[in-house]
């Protein structure tokens, strides 16, 4: 397979390429340049495989730069972290299947893709004897799920900032607790805003950049999305036999409902993907009103959905308007107007695929407090407002729910809307009582570019 940009500029270039490429050099997203079908007899036969195999077999036609066992090991060593050994448990309650994808090292789903991601970037960079440094900012679930990604990891170091003290605190034992010599949380005396700017600013500088073999691991690598299309037909596989199903993605990025967007093209008979925002609403107002233009952020109970612009969102216009040219013109319109707008005709395309809607903070908290009582369920903030989306929309057909967060990563939205804390996982009890390694540092550019060349030299 190979890749190219959605920008047009950047074409036939193989997978591992694509992976460390990350962004196109033309500014675009890599994508695919074909879309591989799966047939109905291809999906029977896939139905029936372990979650490893099945990510073998569609990850594979991606990915013909690797050879077939050296991938197999690559997943084998990505899903063995999971405290589950089927991966994803999918669990109906009433009329709903919730697809719990975050029985991950850290508890939210961004393990499938950034364990997926840290193997492979190891044996990428041991086959051609590069280094990389990644660099990046966090508000929280990024953070920590990128450090188990890439912890104890040959040939390459991870340097992640975080807001001092405005980090849940779950997320910050997360992080901090990884003493691993390749690690290091940067706590910035600072917002989450002035660690992305650090950031940026530091990228920026081009040469430095080189010099330091700087890198990032953003969700606009086409791996994460890679690995993330395999639950798309994981969860259809555990709760349907043939008929079309919904699929209720709680989404900010456009990062995780894209993959099954893909899983869709691809041949997964999927009716509607049900698109579930938060308060920050870009994207419900886009599917609903063929509006996208971005308004000032708020902050909700599901801060990692807190997002007005969707990194991934560029794709999915590429396949929209299936032109480079297309992309480039509402890329630049949204540059400029900070809006995109859409024709009468580009929303029927856009409704055929998608339904979304847009959950209040006190919606949020009666669906997990409904549900609770429904089911004795506890539903982290992000997946109540999938829930509750598809309460509104979808009552007829059979729905899945993708479960993104576990709940005791949220607590307190839990115990605002049940009066009790769910239940932590061992694995995050135990962290309490492990060792921490941070480094406090100010908020300024010229020091965290002191840091990064003292370690690296
Ligand atoms: C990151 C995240 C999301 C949003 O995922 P996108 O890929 O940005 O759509 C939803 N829920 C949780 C718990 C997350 O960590």
Request: proline share 3%; net charge neutral; with cysteine.
């Given at each position: 397979?190979?890749y190219?940009?959605?920008?047009?500029?950047v074409?036939?270039?193989?997978f591992k390429?694509?992976v460390?490429?990350g962004?196109?050099?033309?500014?675009?997203l890599?994508?695919?340049q074909?879309?591989?079908?799966?047939?109905s007899?291809?999906l029977i036969?896939?139905?029936?495989?372990?979650?490893?195999?099945l990510?073998?077999?569609?990850?594979?036609?991606?990915?013909?730069?690797?050879?077939?066992?050296?991938?197999?090991?690559?997943?084998?060593?990505?899903?063995?972290?999971?405290?589950?050994?089927?991966?994803?448990?999918?669990?109906?309650?009433?009329?709903?299947y919730?697809?719990?994808?975050?029985?991950?090292?850290?508890?939210?789903?961004?393990?499938?893709?950034?364990?997926?991601?840290?193997?492979?970037?190891?044996?990428?960079?041991?086959?051609?004897?590069?280094?990389?440094?990644?660099?990046?900012?966090?508000?929280?679930?990024?953070?920590?799920?990128?450090i188990?990604?890439?912890?104890?990891?040959?040939?390459?170091?991870?340097?992640?900032?975080?807001?001092?003290?405005?980090?849940?605190?779950?997320?910050?034992?997360q992080?901090?607790?990884?003493t691993?010599?390749?690690?290091?949380?940067?706590?910035?005396d600072g917002?989450?805003?002035?660690c992305?700017?650090?950031?940026?600013?530091?990228?920026?500088d081009?040469?430095?950049k080189?010099?330091?073999?700087?890198?990032?691991?953003n969700?606009?690598?086409?791996?994460?999305?890679l690995?993330?299309?395999?639950?798309?037909?994981?969860?259809?596989?555990?709760?349907?036999?043939?008929?079309?199903?919904?699929?209720?993605?709680?989404?900010?990025?456009?990062?995780?409902?894209?993959?099954?967007?893909?899983?869709?093209?691809?041949?997964?008979?999927?009716?509607?993907?049900?698109l579930?925002t938060?308060?920050n609403?870009?994207?419900s107002?886009?599917?609903?009103?063929?509006?996208?233009s971005i308004?000032?952020?708020?902050e909700t109970y599901?801060?990692?959905?807190?997002?007005?612009?969707?990194?991934?969102?560029?794709?999915?216009?590429?396949?929209?308007?299936?032109s480079?040219?297309?992309?480039?013109?509402?890329?630049?319109e949204l540059?400029?107007?900070?809006?995109?707008?859409?024709?009468e005709?580009?929303?029927k395309?856009?409704?055929?695929d998608?339904?979304?809607y847009?959950?209040s903070?006190d919606?949020?908290?009666?669906?997990?407090?409904?549900?609770?009582?429904?089911?004795?369920?506890i539903?982290?903030?992000?997946t109540?407002?999938g829930?509750?989306?598809a309460n509104?929309?979808?009552?007829?057909?059979?729905?899945?729910?993708l479960?993104?967060?576990h709940?005791?990563?949220?607590?307190?939205?839990?115990?605002?809307?049940?009066?009790?804390?769910?239940?932590?996982?061992?694995?995050?009890?135990?962290?309490?009582?492990?060792p921490?390694?941070?480094y406090?540092?100010?908020?300024?550019?010229?020091?965290?570019?002191d840091?990064?060349?003292?370690?690296?030299s």
């Open positions: 397979m190979l190219k940009s959605t920008r047009g500029k074409k036939n270039i193989q390429e694509a460390m490429m962004l196109a050099e033309d500014g675009g890599l994508i695919p074909e879309i591989p079908h799966i047939s007899s291809e036969k896939l139905s029936s495989l372990s979650y490893q195999e990510a073998f077999e569609l990850i594979s036609k991606f990915t013909d730069d690797i050879k077939r066992d050296t991938l197999k090991d690559i997943i084998n060593k990505s899903y063995s972290t999971f405290e589950i050994s089927d991966v994803i448990p999918v669990v109906k309650k009433g009329d709903i919730i697809a719990e994808i975050f029985h991950g090292p850290t508890y939210a789903f961004k393990d499938i893709a950034l364990q997926f991601l840290g193997n492979l970037f190891e044996y990428i960079l041991e086959e051609t004897g590069q280094k990389l440094n990644i660099l990046g900012a966090t508000s929280g679930d990024t953070g920590s799920a990128a188990y990604g890439v912890r104890g990891k040959k040939n390459i170091n991870i340097f992640i900032l975080h807001p001092k003290g405005k980090v849940s605190p779950i997320q910050e034992l992080m901090t607790t990884v691993d010599s390749n690690v290091f949380n940067l706590a910035v917002t989450f805003d002035d992305q700017f650090i950031v940026k600013k530091i990228f920026s081009v040469d430095f080189k010099q330091y073999s700087l890198g990032a691991v969700s606009i690598n086409w791996a994460r999305i690995a993330q299309i395999v639950y798309y037909f994981h969860c259809y596989f555990k709760a349907a036999k043939g008929e079309k199903v919904n699929i209720v993605v709680p989404t900010g990025n456009f990062g995780n409902i894209f993959a099954g967007y893909f899983a869709k093209l691809m041949g997964l008979p999927i009716n509607k993907l049900i579930a938060n308060e609403n870009i994207l107002r886009f599917v609903n009103n063929g509006d996208y308004k000032s952020v708020c599901s801060p990692s959905m807190d997002i007005q612009i969707a990194s991934n969102f560029e794709r999915y216009l590429f396949y929209l308007y299936n480079p040219e297309k992309v480039v013109e509402k890329m630049n540059k400029t107007n900070k809006k995109i707008s859409f024709t005709e580009d929303m395309i856009v409704k055929d998608f339904a979304s847009s959950t903070n919606e949020t908290l009666s669906t997990i407090k409904s549900f609770y009582e429904s089911f004795n369920y539903l982290d903030p992000h109540a407002c829930v509750n989306a509104k929309l979808g009552k007829i057909e059979l729905n899945i729910c479960a993104t967060a709940p005791a990563k949220f607590y307190d939205a839990i115990y605002k809307a049940i009066g009790k804390f769910p239940e932590e996982p061992e694995n995050i009890k135990k962290l309490k009582e492990l921490k390694k941070l406090e540092i100010e908020n300024d550019t010229e020091k965290v570019k840091f990064l060349i003292e370690k690296l």
